[in-house]
């Protein structure tokens, strides 16, 4: 089919603010269904296919018409950026200015991949009545807890390198031309990513400085009334729209992308957003080649059933909107609404639900003799509860933290790649504590959340603590699945802030988030335990200052018990 193409059309918010949109539609007469894109990304780019994981030309030949919109403050559209809050009311009006075209048939939907599917959660939060279907790929749900920070510490790994790539310069061409010495640090800082990350303060960091929106980032360390309004968990009763929630494993916003199905699921506003799917592969968000469905994540080959060709995540959106925005009666809605990408077995499989049921937990318990510090010390996991056993100590050094080796990460693949790694480098360090399992004798299914249990005293007023879980294979290799943080200020949630007093035993817990992972016969599973990764998460400073602001570091001492009143465990959720 052919299509038409229009540029720059201006599109009124209703403060008068003009986005510019391209809209791409079938040369034919009649009205049509909508599919509507809202990108930070530049809508010109020539790579906008891959940034956004939708083609608006393959859709508008399948008898869509693409709406393909720069959001406010955004290149060619008019305002002022300010992320995330602004796409609220901006994106119930785009998707009515939509449906009222002369081309629409009034049936709207949304696509797009990372802060392009949080354009279209931001949408179906405020009910816009013409919209009917989303496909957020690879996107958050709550924008403090998995986006801005986890665990109560700062994405400054992302954080920095999607400002820093993605979106500093075009905001300051616009709110600060001229400005040659500032536009100079940032190019500067594209190709010196590595040594500006260990900056301090981290108010002061010089690449964005001037940048409104980074400082707002670093001003609201606390879950508070600024991430409560943005927060779509608390607002899946006002969604009406279906979603298809399309993922990764090793994605930064994995937690988002299944929160989002189960709460869509349970609470979602209306008997269509409650048929939502969820699709989760073991993608990375940004590979070397911007292909983000490849078959190699990191070190690991997944086998072609992960791979692009096979997979065409276009083609299961395009199927998608065909069922609820041109009523084909094509089965999607009767499928099962679960379809995951095992890992360790490398084949998909659907489920029901997610965990899928008679799922149960198993807590494997941390031993070791006092000595469980790196790869060759005496840390064991087993299922049987400890005795009276010593605790395992180690010193966390913010100048000498442990650093970032794959995971879900984003966005310099080339400084802070994501994926699958062999981590036994970072687990030759003495401030890792490492715990293995004998090699199983069956294979053990994960298939569902994964956090930590732990027992600790620090010598500091605030400290980190990270969790990582990993699969030995028999010749060594030690392959990272998921991982976690907590920062202890915030053990008892992230809404408020409580210092450690030194040398007090706590317990704690670390989400590690979710996985589908099968431990073949053979291997062991291991958990690191440790108080950094970086530059994934900020160096916490162990000092107790406020946050942002602190320049200097002081030494902790970090203390595991695992013990008859005391056993720190790893707790896997275990298909039946």
């Given at each position: 089919?052919?299509?038409?193409?229009?540029?720059?059309?201006?599109?009124?918010?209703?403060?008068?603010v003009?986005?510019?949109?391209?809209?791409?539609?079938?040369?034919?007469d009649?009205?049509?269904?909508?599919?509507?894109?809202?990108?930070?990304y530049n809508?010109?780019?020539?790579?906008?296919?891959?940034?956004?994981?939708?083609?608006?030309?393959?859709?508008?030949?399948a008898?869509?018409?693409?709406?393909?919109?720069?959001?406010?403050?955004?290149?060619a559209?008019?305002?002022?950026?300010?992320?995330?809050?602004?796409?609220?009311?901006?994106?119930?009006?785009?998707?009515?200015?939509?449906?009222a075209q002369?081309?629409?048939?009034?049936?709207?939907g949304?696509?797009?991949a990372?802060?392009?599917?949080?354009t279209?959660w931001?949408?179906?939060?405020?009910?816009?009545?013409?919209?009917?279907?989303?496909?957020?790929?690879?996107?958050?749900?709550?924008?403090?807890?998995?986006?801005?920070?986890?665990?109560?510490?700062?994405?400054?790994?992302?954080?920095?390198?999607?400002a820093?790539?993605?979106?500093a310069?075009?905001?300051?061409?616009?709110?600060?031309?001229?400005?040659?010495?500032?536009?100079?640090?940032?190019i500067?800082?594209?190709?010196?990513?590595d040594?500006?990350?260990?900056?301090?303060?981290?108010?002061?960091?010089?690449?964005l400085?001037?940048v409104?929106?980074?400082?707002?980032?670093l001003?609201?360390?606390?879950y508070?009334?600024?991430w409560?309004?943005?927060?779509?968990?608390?607002?899946?009763?006002?969604?009406?729209?279906v979603a298809?929630?399309?993922?990764g494993?090793?994605?930064?916003?994995?937690?988002?992308?299944?929160?989002?199905?189960?709460?869509?699921?349970?609470?979602?506003g209306?008997?269509?957003a409650?048929?939502?799917?969820?699709?989760?592969?073991?993608?990375?968000?940004?590979?070397?080649?911007?292909?983000?469905m490849?078959?190699?994540?990191?070190?690991?080959?997944f086998?072609?059933?992960a791979?692009?060709?096979v997979v065409?995540l276009?083609?299961?959106?395009?199927r998608?909107?065909?069922?609820?925005?041109?009523?084909?009666?094509?089965?999607?809605?009767?499928?099962?609404?679960?379809?995951?990408?095992?890992?360790?077995?490398?084949?998909?499989?659907?489920?029901?639900?997610?965990?899928?049921p008679?799922?149960?937990?198993?807590?494997l318990?941390?031993?070791?003799?006092?000595?469980?510090?790196g790869?060759?010390?005496d840390?064991?996991?087993?299922?049987?509860?400890?005795?009276e056993?010593?605790?395992?100590?180690?010193?966390?050094?913010?100048?000498?933290?442990?650093?970032?080796?794959?995971?879900?990460?984003?966005?310099?693949?080339?400084y802070?790649?994501?994926?699958?790694?062999?981590?036994?480098?970072?687990?030759?360090?003495?401030?890792?504590?490492?715990?293995?399992?004998g090699?199983l004798?069956?294979?053990l299914?994960?298939?569902?959340?994964?956090?930590?249990?732990?027992?600790?005293?620090s010598?500091?007023?605030?400290?980190?603590?990270?969790?990582?879980?990993?699969?030995v294979?028999?010749?060594?290799?030690?392959?990272?699945?998921s991982?976690?943080?907590?920062?202890l200020?915030?053990?008892?949630?992230t809404?408020?802030?409580?210092?450690?007093?030194?040398?007090?035993?706590?317990?704690?817990?670390?989400?590690?988030?979710?996985?589908a992972?099968?431990?073949?016969?053979g291997?062991?599973?291991?958990?690191?335990?440790?108080?950094?990764?970086?530059?994934?998460?900020?160096?916490?400073l162990?000092?107790?200052?406020?946050?942002?602001?602190?320049?200097?570091?002081?030494?902790?001492?970090?203390?595991?018990?695992?013990?008859?009143?005391?056993?720190?465990?790893?707790i896997l959720?275990?298909?039946?």
């Amino acid at each position: 089919m052919r299509i038409l193409v229009e540029k720059d059309v201006a599109v009124p918010m209703r403060d008068g603010v003009t986005l510019a949109t391209d809209i791409y539609r079938p040369d034919a007469d009649g009205r049509f269904p909508t599919i509507l894109v809202r990108t930070p990304y530049n809508k010109a780019d020539p790579l906008l296919t891959n940034v956004i994981m939708f083609d608006p030309v393959r859709a508008a030949a399948a008898g869509y018409v693409v709406c393909v919109q720069d959001v406010r403050g955004r290149y060619a559209s008019e305002g002022k950026f300010r992320p995330i809050h602004q796409e609220v009311d901006d994106g119930y009006d785009a998707v009515e200015w939509c449906a009222a075209q002369p081309w629409s048939d009034g049936r709207v939907g949304m696509a797009g991949a990372s802060y392009v599917g949080a354009t279209q959660w931001l949408a179906a939060i405020a009910s816009p009545p013409h919209l009917l279907a989303i496909a957020p790929n690879i996107t958050a749900s709550n924008y403090h807890e998995g986006w801005f920070y986890q665990g109560g510490a700062f994405e400054w790994g992302f954080i920095v390198s999607w400002a820093v790539n993605f979106l500093a310069l075009d905001t300051l061409l616009k709110e600060r031309p001229g400005d040659e010495a500032a536009v100079g640090r940032l190019i500067r800082a594209m190709d010196e990513l590595d040594r500006w990350f260990r900056h301090l303060p981290l108010k002061d960091f010089p690449p964005l400085a001037g940048v409104d929106y980074f400082q707002e980032w670093l001003a609201h360390p606390l879950y508070d009334d600024y991430w409560r309004r943005v927060n779509i968990e608390a607002h899946y009763d006002r969604v009406k729209a279906v979603a298809l929630n399309i993922g990764g494993w090793y994605d930064i916003f994995l937690y988002g992308t299944v929160r989002n199905f189960l709460g869509l699921r349970s609470r979602g506003g209306s008997e269509a957003a409650r048929k939502s799917r969820l699709i989760v592969g073991p993608w990375a968000h940004v590979t070397r080649s911007l292909l983000w469905m490849g078959n190699l994540v990191g070190e690991v080959n997944f086998g072609v059933q992960a791979a692009s060709q096979v997979v065409d995540l276009m083609g299961l959106q395009l199927r998608w909107f065909d069922r609820w925005l041109k009523g084909v009666d094509n089965g999607v809605d009767r499928e099962p609404p679960v379809r995951l990408f095992i890992m360790g077995r490398n084949l998909w499989e659907d489920f029901e639900d997610f965990p899928p049921p008679g799922a149960e937990e198993l807590k494997l318990y941390l031993h070791s003799g006092g000595r469980a510090n790196g790869l060759w010390g005496d840390g064991v996991l087993s299922a049987e509860a400890p005795g009276e056993e010593p605790p395992d100590r180690f010193v966390y050094d913010p100048e000498n933290p442990v650093p970032t080796r794959g995971g879900g990460l984003c966005c310099s693949d080339v400084y802070l790649p994501g994926g699958a790694y062999d981590q036994r480098e970072v687990e030759a360090r003495p401030d890792v504590l490492v715990y293995t399992s004998g090699p199983l004798q069956k294979e053990l299914k994960v298939l569902g959340p994964v956090k930590v249990r732990l027992y600790v005293t620090s010598s500091a007023p605030d400290t980190d603590f990270t969790a990582k879980l990993v699969d030995v294979y028999p010749d060594g290799r030690a392959i990272n699945i998921s991982d976690g943080i907590l920062r202890l200020r915030h053990r008892n949630g992230t809404d408020r802030e409580e210092l450690l007093e030194p040398g007090r035993v706590y317990g704690i817990e670390v989400d590690l988030w979710y996985t589908a992972h099968v431990f073949r016969v053979g291997h062991r599973v291991r958990l690191e335990v440790s108080s950094s990764n970086f530059p994934r998460f900020d160096r916490n400073l162990n000092r107790g200052g406020p946050f942002g602001l602190e320049a200097e570091a002081q030494v902790a001492v970090q203390q595991v018990f695992h013990d008859p009143s005391r056993p720190s465990a790893l707790i896997l959720t275990v298909a039946p």
